[in-house]
């Protein structure tokens, strides 16, 4: 028993009771003999697991359903636009600040309330007759979002010992990726066998089957030295940084970098990051205590997830588009494709957390990202001819070098942070993939249209085509940067015709080509900061039930 104690407790005293559930141990207290399900750790990672699917699964399903959106209710691109980049917005700012809501008034509490206020607007965006109730409802969607993530991985970080955390991370992964790669085929089947309302109203039997676990199985764990008060003043200042960032990538391809309103957001963003940080070293009791950054494998975890994120989700983001129409596939059939990708993740993320738990996280972590980059670089050779085969073999080695990262990073982050700031560890790995994918998106975009830009009249040139009457040739840039060859004009023979589609199709591959360089030079990056990672040293949660 004292052996136990020892190892649930890391030496410190006891605590008493939680506030909110009498009687029930404190988290670091020894292991009391196990009272039904309620605290299990694993069917506490089943339970969080079906309410993270939900935020998984809308993340891909709903761009499928974004077109039917667009012509049943006449919205303007802008507007469809609004449905991506609304929830964007609202899950980027809220994430940290979630995250500190668990830490003070529980993860229990903030993971049901998450899943409560996500299933019901999930609910309101079917029953929505207009794109501005679907926009308004989707912030919604985003901010309940935020509160589910974090709080998941402190019921996570809560409930198992050190020594199992990462194999419950490496669940956890497979999970979400399991639910993005069902996301563009499910939505697929949803828009073409029912309707585009079903994508969301799906998530609604999800979330009634996630609460009723929820209430029956999770243990409302309290860090002994949980925070008490709230620094509204650092809530502000990050929720203003965070937002002038997210809405400078994303609006920066439209406005362009070089525009004074995105360089004024991206200047305000970094003056009030700059604010924040001043602040959180003065506060009493800070958003994101800085000395958590004293933590070199935390900061080195944290760093690793925005360039994991920066080129996976900038660099696949360009092969949607690739198969689609290049290859002239269907959503269901892209969605397909991928599956060697996601697969992958889905058998490796479990095998990375116990390697993990094993020899630790640096070389699994080192290796995984060299394994990316050799399939990014491997990706940046396909052709408008690449078959099945040449695919899936490199989708299948990216989703072999992604797993370990997606698990050991969020290991790294969780585990080297104090208990009590569980919470915010969450949140701060969640802000780090949607950083990096921003960024990454935003970057690597303009990598690709400045490419596609160059090589199309080129390419146009040497394949001896006619020259583009005047202001076609922009708007011709415009379609090859997403690889659309526009309808030759009336009359064409079929022979100029193909050409035109194939000088369009090389263009955009050339710069997906070189979109997909620039992620595998920063995947090669991430190898070098990956060295700077170990495992936590403060333990996870008490050893029950295991």
């Known amino acids: 028993m004292s052996s136990q104690t020892s190892t649930a407790t ?41 309410g993270i699917t939900m935020v998984a699964l809308d993340g891909t399903i709903v761009a499928i359903a974004n077109p039917a959106i667009q012509k049943d209710l006449g919205a303007s691109l802008a507007d469809v636009q609004w449905i991506t980049n609304g929830y964007l917005l609202a899950l980027a700012v809220a994430l940290i600040t979630a995250g500190k809501l668990g830490d003070r008034f529980g993860h229990r509490q903030t993971f049901l309330v998450g899943v409560v ?4 607007a999930s609910g309101a965006i079917g029953l929505g007759g207009s794109v501005s109730l679907v926009v308004a409802f989707r912030v919604l969607q985003g901010l309940f979002g935020a509160l589910l993530m974090p709080a998941a991985l402190g019921l996570l970080r809560a409930s198992f010992p050190a020594q199992k955390l990462n194999a419950a991370i490496g669940v956890w992964g497979a999970v979400i990726g399991a639910s993005t790669a069902a996301g563009p085929i499910v939505g697929g089947l949803l828009v073409e066998k029912v309707n585009w309302e079903s994508v ?29 008060s709230f620094d509204i003043p650092g809530i502000v200042l990050l929720s203003g940084a965070m937002f002038c960032l997210i809405w400078a990538l994303i609006k920066a391809p439209t406005w362009g970098w070089s525009d004074p309103s995105t360089l004024g957001f991206l200047g305000g963003s970094l003056v009030a990051f700059l604010v924040f940080g001043f602040w959180e070293s003065k506060a009493k009791e800070p958003l994101v205590p800085l ?69 630790g996280p640096r070389i699994p972590l080192v290796v995984a990202m060299l394994i990316a980059g050799v399939a990014m670089f491997g990706l940046s050779t396909l052709d408008a ?13 990216l989703g072999l070098g992604l797993a370990p990262v997606m698990v050991g990073a969020t290991d790294v982050i969780v585990g080297n942070a104090p208990l009590e700031h569980s919470g915010v560890a969450g949140g701060l790995q969640q802000a780090a993939m949607q ?19 160059s090589a199309l009249p080129e390419k146009w040139a040497d394949a001896k085509l006619p020259p583009l009457p005047p202001g076609q040739e922009d708007k011709l840039k415009s379609a090859a940067e997403v690889g659309v060859a526009p309808p030759a004009p009336a009359g064409t023979p079929a022979q100029l015709a193909e050409a035109m589609r194939n000088v369009v199709h090389e263009s955009f591959i050339s710069g997906m080509g070189l ?3 620039c992620a595998g030079v ?11 990672t170990k495992r936590g040293k403060n333990d996870a949660g008490p050893a029950v039930h295991v």
């Open 10 to 50: 890391g030496g410190r005293t006891p605590e008493p009771p939680g506030p909110s559930e009498p009687g029930a141990p404190g988290i670091s207290e020894a292991p009391e003999p196990r009272r039904g399900v309620r605290g299990h750790p694993w069917l506490t990672l089943v339970t969080v697991a079906i």
């Open 117 to 120: 206020g996500f299933a019901a």
């Open 200 to 228: 969301f109203f799906i998530n609604v039997p999800v979330g009634l089957l996630a609460l009723l676990l929820g209430l029956v199985i999770l243990r409302d764990h309290r860090a002994e030295k949980a925070p008490r």
């Open 291 to 359: 000395s958590m950054f004293r933590s070199i494998p935390l900061t080195a975890g944290t760093v690793l997830m925005v360039l994991m994120a920066f080129g996976f989700m900038g660099g696949i983001f360009f092969v949607t588009f690739y198969l689609q129409n290049v290859h002239g596939m269907t959503p269901v059939e892209s969605g397909i494709r991928l599956l060697p990708l996601t697969a992958m993740m889905i058998v490796a993320s479990p095998v990375a957390g116990g390697l993990i738990s094993k020899i």
């Open 385 to 397: 001819d690449a078959g099945a085969a040449v695919t899936s073999l490199w989708f299948a080695l």
């Open 435 to 453: 950083v990096g994918g921003s960024l990454g998106t935003a970057v690597l975009g303009v990598v690709m249209a400045t490419r596609v830009d």
């Open 515 to 517: 979109a997909f360089t």
């Open 522 to 532: 920063v995947a090669v990056f991430a190898a070098g900061v990956a060295f700077f």
